[in-house]
């Protein structure tokens, strides 16, 4: 048995987005349940997010209490994201975005500075792909640098080739090409309409997104190792490809299992239970829409949505998040739609995705194609109905209707109509189509299921990486004096 002395001990940064938050937490478990040592680091705005939702809690509450009664070690800190709690982040998108870029490295190098010498010394740096600063903070002190990819690897792998992009006028022209991009390495075709939305606008080299994109993804190629939130025989080519440069591994989907599930706090809103209301539909009758935890929707969108669903007939529920529109625009459904509604809809701010989409009566997904979503509906055998709004979502669209054919698409980067969503619903909920898309996402479940058993290609790889992570520890330990003055580690 290791001592703590020998243990591995991981400090795991997040980006501060819940759809970053909650892969993130998995991961921990998963790496504790292996016998890692976690240091989890939430900011403080989304630690007082959480706790504020959940009831009876207090800003004081670890997330991980109920993990941590099972016998896993995961400690819990949080720290300053350069922002005051009040600070309204999605309002101010860009400042913030800017607070991310510059004021948050020194909080993570003060917070690091701290806990170098913890028992026992951290050794792993395990970071959202989207910092910046992981490699500097790693050579500081002499820790493992782990990058953690949330999103599909099709996605990295754009991003990675983002010097051939602009090479070949694809991105950062004034003029884009809109021809195939046939020459990114490990992707066979993708239309410059299924690049990620950051990728589609012409001359915006100085925004702040781009500016993250272009320094997180160069730094990202220093990295010892990149673990990622997907599946081998999903994206076989685009992983095999990306291997002949660095070492990656897909260990997905991460999930909670047993007694985690619902017990390690990642909701950034209370959640309202749907469950009684479910069970009184018919079989595969319901459709959930949720345009996930940060893209936002216009008023018309949000509108013609409201209306195809009233023309639809069909039963649903909607997590209408509070910030939908905008922080500052609250009232935004049309008049009299809850009435209209009443018995066949529920509308709720927020809801466990998982314990709706898992339940029998559910038959199609209304979804924002955010890359959790999509794990969570093909794990659930329940066909998307696409509207992606931003960022990955547009390529993760692709993946699900052009590839792998369990979804529909709502409408590609049109305005969309309330009676082009009234059809595509009652496509998606009953019919042949319908019958068909059920048919490939139970196909993908297995897939899915497979990759996680004992010797599954995720859990092969999983284990893999926790060989090759050691290995790395030791010969890091054993040849290198730390960098800020502090003690020399000998071999063990």
Known sequence: MENNHQKPHAILFPYPLQGHVIPFVHLAIKLASKGFIITFVNTQSVHHHITKSQPNSTKEDDIFTGARKSGLDIRYTTISDGFPLGFDRSLNHDQFWEGVLHVFPPHVD?????????DPPITCLISDTFFVWSSMIANKYNLV???????????????????????????????????????????????????????????????????????????????????????????????????EKQPIYAIGPLFPVGFTNNTVPTSMWSESDCTQWLSTKPHGSVLYVSFGSYAHVSKQGIAEIAYGLLVSGVSFIWAVRPDIVSSDETDFLPVGFEDETKGRGLIVPWCHQMDVISHPTVGGFLTHCGWNSILESIWCSVPMLCFPLLTDQFTNRKLVVDDWRIGLNLCDMRSITREEVARKINRLISGKLADELRTNIGELKKVLVNSLTTHGSSENNFNQFINDVKIKIRKKLGTVTLKHNGPSFNNA
């Open 110 to 118: 003060e917070l690091l500075a701290k806990m170098v010498h913890s």
């Open 145 to 243: 640098n782990i990058s953690f990819w949330t999103e599909p690897v099709l996605v990295l792998t754009l991003y990675y080739h983002l010097d051939l992009l602009i090479k070949n006028s694809h991105f950062a022209s004034r003029d884009n090409r809109e021809d195939t991009i046939d020459y990114i390495p490990g992707v066979r075709a993708i239309e410059p309409k299924d690049l990620m939305s950051y990728l589609q606008a012409t001359d915006n080299l100085s925004t702040v997104v781009y500016r993250i994109i272009s320094k997180a993804f160069e730094d990202v190629k220093r990295a010892d190792f990149i673990v990622c939130n997907t599946v081998q025989e999903l994206e076989s080519e685009t992983i095999l490809a990306l291997q």
